[in-house]
């Protein structure tokens, strides 16, 4: 039975995020400020809302070993600019999922800009409960998406179930130096994961703070094209966030289903 209070705080963050993608879809201006922040590497076809650039993608289509005609997952997808370039790129049949209805409808319309019908499907679902079937996906991406999972240790355990064997999911997250890395290998482990790689991205602090910095100088153009709230919204994070930034460290994890015959990754013997 659906647990009422759960519900509750979805419905509650669809509609948060449901405002954030409208706002930012109804300008030009905050994708303006990310290419500025992010210079040559900013993928403009992609127009993430995320630390998403080249170098990213590039780990991404390493990391993910797909072939084509294989399942790719976008989990967090936004208005699906990241998994449609990738599915694209790489040959392969996408679905992206959302809490966010309105990112939903944003990712659909702009799949006809990359992929014929059949080949992409994007839903409203969260990080922890998919919907999808199980073993689905022969890879998956969650782009600065899991930090906003309801239940982390839900989510992975949600990742391993809709990954077929040997397929990997690639996340972006980041924390406080010294380390936020140790955790990962017992919480993949209890998700029946294996953490097979870690690439830190020095150059992402420094980023976000030329993002914030540009938010915090264009504060009254932001209120005149996203609206006073989330104009107030983005004022507000670039303000907490950037005295945080010094010891900021961004990693992007990539977590594999073992395949079947593989060791279990707390085998002994
Ligand atoms: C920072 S945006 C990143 C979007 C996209 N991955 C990108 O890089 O452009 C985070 C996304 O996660 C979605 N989101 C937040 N909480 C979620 C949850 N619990 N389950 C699924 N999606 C969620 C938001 O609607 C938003 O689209």
Redesign the pocket.
């Known amino acids: 039975m659906a647990d009422p209070v759960r519900s509750g705080v979805v419905r509650h ?1 669809a509609r948060v ?1 449901d405002e954030f ?1 409208t706002a930012r879809a109804s300008t030009h201006l905050v994708a303006q400020l990310y290419a500025q922040a992010m210079g040559e590497d900013y993928p403009e076809e992609i127009t ?3 630390s ?1 650039d080249w170098p990213l993608i590039a780990t991404l289509i390493r990391q993910l070993k797909l072939r084509p005609n294989q399942r790719l997952l976008d ?4 208005t699906g ?2 998994g449609l370039w990738l599915a694209r790129a790489l040959h392969t049949h996408l679905t992206g ?4 209805p309105q ?1 939903v409808r944003l990712a659909t319309q702009n799949q006809t800009d990359f992929l014929p019908p059949n080949r992409a499907a994007f839903r409203t ?3 922890d409960h998919t919907g999808l079937p199980d073993q689905h996906a022969n890879g998956a991406v969650c ?3 899991f930090t ?3 239940n982390p240790t839900a989510a992975l355990r949600e990742f391993h179930r809709v990954l077929r064997p040997g397929a990997r999911i690639i996340l972006t997250t980041a924390g406080r130096r010294p380390d936020t890395t140790p955790r990962w290998p017992g919480r993949a482990a209890a998700a029946g994961l294996e953490l097979e790689d870690v690439e830190e991205r020095p150059s992402e602090p420094a980023m976000w703070r030329r993002v914030y910095r540009l938010w915090l100088d264009h504060e009254d153009d932001l209120r005149r094209h996203v609206g006073a709230v989330q104009a107030q919204f983005m004022v507000a994070e670039a303000r907490r966030t950037l005295p945080t930034l010094a010891d900021r460290r961004a990693v992007v994890v990539t977590l594999r289903r073992p395949a079947d015959g593989d060791r279990a990754p707390y085998a002994t013997a």
Do not use: E, R, V, W
Request: glycine residues 12%; proline residues 4%.
């Open positions: 963050l995020y993608h993430p809302s995320s998403c989990l967090g997808c936004g600019g990241i999922i959302d809490i966010s990112a679902a969260t990080l782009i600065d998406a906003k999972a309801l």
